[in-house]
């Protein structure tokens, strides 16, 4: 059963995305970021380039030639989906397919709109008994 992990009240959502998944890449796992629109996924591709990271973080837009090749992808659409291993949903509203998947990674930052979705994902994956983990402003401690 897929696991669930909620990260609340983050004050940089992208920084701590960016600690995230270069853990999950250094251990080796597949990452897909599901962003809501192409525009989102090209901001948060040229933040993850920018910022200063502990080590070489290879991503790539969905759509790209040689997405199969890298271990992170940055989509807004499900048909764009290659891997079932780690999701980061960055959307409002609950992917359908997310239960393909090991894991699922929830990052709410600390606008109220963002939380209010947050609270209906986490009411729907625990009324339906998936296994949560809350970690709340884990980017302090990182």
Avoid at 63 to 77: E, F, I, K, M, S
Avoid at 94 to 109: A, C, D, N, T, W
Wanted: charged share 20%; net charge negative.
């Amino acid at each position: 059963m897929t696991k669930i992990r909620f990260y609340t009240d983050v004050p940089d959502t992208p920084a701590l995305m960016q600690h995230l998944i270069l853990q999950a890449v250094a251990r080796q796992r597949s990452v897909t970021v599901y962003l809501p629109d192409r525009q989102q996924a090209e901001q948060l591709s040229a933040t993850l380039w920018q910022q200063p990271v502990e080590g070489f973080l290879p991503h790539v837009l969905a759509d790209a030639d040689h997405a199969p090749l890298t271990p992170v992808h940055l989509a807004w659409a499900p048909e764009q989906i290659l891997q079932d291993d780690l999701l980061f949903n960055c959307q409002t509203a609950l992917p359908k397919f997310f239960s393909r998947f090991r894991h699922v990674f929830e990052v709410i930052g600390q606008d109220e709109t963002e939380k209010a979705a947050g609270r209906q994902r986490w009411a729907f994956y625990r009324d339906r008994g998936y296994e949560i983990q809350h970690i709340k402003s884990m980017q302090s401690q990182a």
